[in-house]
């Protein structure tokens, strides 16, 4: 904790892996000629503050440890509300950990709803406890010359990619560090933790990333390691003859999609997905104990396809949920190969791009 004359309170919290502080406003009594620091275990202050009332008021006071003598810190944190008092020994706040950035930084500023939008669409496709440890996030990309960031997310057997504008500093004359992999566990407290309205600021460096709002600021560790090249299996589907564009109803899609996975084998959850001659798509699927579903829907396109493929039903279903506030249709582009991968986009956002590899066998 450290508290100014002014009455700026932060609260810091931090596991060495991430480092989370949270800025309020508090009324200064006396006492406070400087900026106070404090150190507190933090479990026991959470479980006490959430035992009061929401309309109680806290009164917090510095005082001396009575246990000083005994080799103990020699401040302690005295909280009281009505007739409630308690003491709370503090720890020397010299020793408490700190991530600190380092001047080999890279900073954009996005707003907040752009930055929870890329990393939510991206996460999705992300590994979970992967052994190839680097899959185990999403990647982020900076481009400052053309001010956008490209957020990449996959697993392997999938990928999703989302681009969304960034104002860079102008300042820089050169760009330490262009890409960095930000873990899961930090994206999952980001989303908890940053408000969809204004914006944030954003400070990359090659070990740490760091979100700044006025309310709050998420440090977090990167994830060392090299990312694949995504670029590699993510066909240009607008340039490749192979690829028919196919659109289709999209709720519609989703729907059948989750009908036809109850048939589905549960280890592979795969589902036949064939195109016609007559533009019909046939999704089919099958168990071992010889249950069975089909249904099929119409799709338009410029010229007919004759793709036969098994994919992933989890996996098709969780790309078509990304393309939520958008109007009903979808865009599956699809080739005659069967190793070829399939790819998810909507016209309305061409930057939002899913891949799903087919299932072999």
């Known amino acids: 904790m450290s508290i100014t004359k002014s009455g700026n309170l932060n609260l810091v919290g931090s596991d060495r892996e991430i480092e989370i502080i949270s800025r309020t406003k508090v009324t200064i009594i006396s006492g406070f000629t400087k900026t106070e620091k404090l150190a507190v275990q933090a479990d026991r202050l959470n479980k006490l503050l959430s035992s009061f ?163 709050v600021v998420v440090t977090s560790r990167l994830i060392d390691g090299r990312y694949p090249d995504w670029r590699r299996v993510v066909p240009d589907v607008e340039k490749n003859s192979d690829y028919i564009k196919c659109s289709l109803i999209r709720s519609d899609t989703k729907q059948v999609v989750s009908r036809c996975a109850l048939m589905a084998n549960e280890k592979t959850t795969a589902l036949n997905f064939a195109f016609n001659s007559a533009k019909e798509l046939k999704i089919s699927a099958t168990n071992t104990t010889d249950e069975n579903g089909i249904e099929s829907i119409l799709y338009t396109a410029s010229k007919v396809s004759k793709a036969n493929l098994s994919l992933n039903a989890a996996y098709v279903h969780d790309a078509l949920n990304q393309f939520d506030g958008y109007d009903d249709t979808i865009d599956i582009y699809v080739s005659d190969s069967e190793t070829a991968p399939v790819v998810v986009k909507h016209d309305a956002n061409a930057t939002l791009t899913y891949v799903v590899m087919p299932l072999r066998g």
Do not use: M
């Open 53 to 215: 009332n929401k309309n109680d008021e806290l009164e917090f006071k510095i005082a001396k440890n009575p246990k000083a003598s005994d080799g103990a810190y020699h401040l302690a944190l005295q909280i009281k509300s009505g007739k409630s008092q308690y003491s709370l020994s503090l720890f020397d706040p010299e020793n408490y950990p700190s991530l600190k950035i380092s001047s080999e930084s890279v900073t954009f500023k996005i707003t907040n709803n752009n930055l929870l939008w890329a990393l939510q669409r991206t996460l999705v496709t992300s590994a979970h406890q992967d052994v190839r440890y680097y899959l185990n996030g999403v990647y982020l990309e900076l481009q400052p010359q053309d001010n956008y960031i490209r957020v990449v997310g996959t697993d392997g057997h999938r990928l999703g990619t989302a681009t969304t504008e960034a104002i860079f500093d102008t300042k820089q004359k050169s760009i330490p560090v262009n890409s960095v992999i930000l873990p899961r566990t930090s994206i999952t407290k980001i989303n908890s933790l940053i408000g969809v309205d204004g914006d944030c600021q954003v400070i990359v460096t090659n070990q740490l990333l760091r979100i700044a709002t006025p309310f």
